[in-house]
Nanobody
Framework: QVQLVESGGGSVQAGGSLRLSCTNS????????MGWFRQAPGKERVAVAN????????YVPDSLEGRFIISRDSDKNTVYLQMNSLKPEDAAMYYC??????????????????WGKGTLVTISS
């Protein structure tokens, strides 16, 4: 069983940076597609970035490319989301997500097998 635990959310001023962490404390024997979604109040949950724990390129939507960077530390079973130049519209609940197997594109929420509980990111202008 995969268990995802997020950390690193908080409040930051616009233009600042935050790094989110997601650790899989469960089954780590096989590759996972791990990543992040975010959901603002009244809006749908959307993919932010994902990466295969076994290696390969990350997937980040064009709208966030250059500001959001996803990386992994296989030894720690952890995926990181570095968020830079944060804007008020980046404020949301950020959820760690995982899908068994390999991903070759940005994840869709309907295809996620495992979710973390979420960590809140607030941006002050």
């Amino acid at each position: 069983q995969v268990q995802l635990v997020e950390s690193g959310g908080g409040s930051v001023q616009a233009g600042g940076s935050l790094r989110l962490s997601c650790t899989n404390s469960g089954n780590t024997y096989s590759n996972l597609c791990m990543g992040w979604f975010r959901q603002a109040p009244g809006k749908e949950r959307v993919a932010v970035a994902n990466i295969n724990t076994g290696g390969g390129s990350p997937y980040v939507p064009d709208s966030l490319e250059g500001r959001f960077i996803i990386s992994r530390d296989s030894d720690k079973n952890t995926v990181y989301l570095q968020m830079n130049s944060l804007k008020p519209e980046d404020a949301a609940m950020y959820y760690c997500a995982a899908r068994s197997g390999w991903c070759s594109s940005l994840l869709k929420s309907a295809l996620v097998h495992y979710w973390g509980k979420g960590t809140l990111v607030t941006i002050s202008s």
